[in-house]
């Protein structure tokens, strides 16, 4: 299951995950178990903020964020590690940055509240780009 939030050349896109190696992009992560849904991103707006001087020169990129959230959907600060960066520091730096002000819906097995790791992708795509990917 995936859900995406898009605003201002943001996409987010959580992803399940089931813990395993710190190097994961969204083709590779791990099948969603049956009766599991994971975290689902609730904030109305990306918190997010594309750099500004990136934003200006057309920098895009993907981060993939390693993340823990408790069975109410809070993500354990600590938690936060980059599992693939997008090649720019400030991109990675950025998506990381906005993890304190992402708000989570919790993962739920089986229609009950789960503590889980998970994917979290964050795409700067700059909405002049012509390309699908990040550069």
Same mark, same amino acid.
């Given at each position: 299951m995936r859900a995406a939030l898009v605003a201002s050349g943001v996409i987010l896109i959580a992803l399940a995950c089931s813990g395993g190696t710190d190097q994961a992009t969204p083709e590779d992560s791990a099948p969603t178990p049956s009766g599991f849904e994971p975290p689902v991103l609730t904030n109305p707006e990306v918190p997010v903020r594309y750099p500004p001087n990136l934003y200006t020169a057309g920098t895009e990129g993907i981060v993939v964020l390693r993340l823990y959230a408790d069975e109410t959907g809070h993500v354990?600060?600590?938690?936060?590690?980059v599992a693939e960066g997008s090649g720019h520091p400030a991109l990675d730096s950025a998506a990381v940055q906005a993890v304190p002000s992402m708000r989570f *819906? @919790? *993962?739920r097995r089986d229609g009950v509240p789960v503590a889980t @790791?998970?994917?979290?992708s964050v795409q700067f795509r700059h909405p002049e780009s012509t390309s699908g990917e990040g550069s």
């Open positions: 354990v600060p600590e938690s936060t590690r *819906a @919790p *993962a @790791p998970f994917l979290q």
